[in-house]
């Protein structure tokens, strides 16, 4: 299969550091992604990760390791607006298909 | 300017009835997919699209078709919706390293 895993829930506090892991299969892998969808509304792409290594934008930052199978996303400096829910996408040498894991819900607490 | 859109925006059908979805792009992206989205189960590949008429099945094609006549215009067409069907249903196409952008869903209630 193509499992993707991540968390379903987490929860942490205003200002502090949160990191959203997950692990997908190996074999065949292409490029990972992460997505921020707020409730009612559609994905937006936050990264973008194809060679291992930190990738950072501003407050967020995306880490792969290929031969793992793990990623996680990094959010830094918490804000209440960041409560939403963070997908994890993959694509695997086939052609271009997208697969998303079941994405983490985050809550940021004041 | 939305890059993608999608119509209609909510629909409420019977159970039986067809019901086609439209996503339509303004830019010229050779890859557009359909996916919906339910509680527990985050975003499913319902089908995908590689060209014009170029189609493909994802993970849960069972009762869906799609066609691709044009490279701006993605359907998808529910042949006999069940209420198994009511979801909320995103378009999106592929941008490379951009990610993939996505429409702004439609809400399909199967009574």
């Known amino acids: 299969g193509q499992n993707i895993d991540q968390p379903t829930e987490m929860t942490a506090t205003e200002g502090a550091i949160v990191q959203i892991n997950c692990t997908y299969q190996?074999?065949?892998?292409?490029?990972l992604f992460w997505y921020q969808q707020h409730a009612g509304e559609a994905p937006t792409f936050l990264s973008y990760?194809?060679?291992?290594g930190l990738e950072e934008k501003g407050r967020f930052s995306s880490f792969l390791s290929r031969s793992k199978g793990y990623s996680y996303l990094l959010l830094k400096e918490l804000q209440m607006k960041d409560s939403a829910s963070y997908l994890c996408?993959?694509?695997?040498?086939?052609?271009?298909?997208?697969?998303f894991g079941q994405g983490t819900e985050l809550s940021v607490k004041p | 300017d939305a890059g993608i859109t999608q119509s209609p925006r909510h629909k409420v059908t019977e159970t039986g009835t067809p019901v086609t979805l439209r996503c339509h792009q303004t830019?010229?992206?050779?890859?557009m997919y359909w996916y919906r989205q339910d509680p527990g189960h985050g975003l499913r590949l319902i089908h995908y699209?590689?060209?014009?008429?170029?189609?493909d099945k994802g993970e849960v094609s069972d009762g869906y078709s799609v066609s691709r006549s044009k490279t701006e215009d993605f359907l998808l067409t529910l042949e006999s919706a069940t209420s198994s069907q009511t979801s909320v249903y995103f378009c999106a196409n592929a941008n490379g390293r951009n990610g993939y952008t996505f429409g702004s869903g439609t809400r399909l209630t199967v009574v």
């Open positions: 830019e010229n992206h050779r890859y």
């Open positions: 190996t074999s065949g892998f292409n490029g």
């Open positions: 990760n194809v060679l291992d």
């Open positions: 699209s590689y060209g014009v008429k170029d189609t």
């Open positions: 996408a993959v694509t695997w040498n086939q052609g271009g298909k997208l697969i």
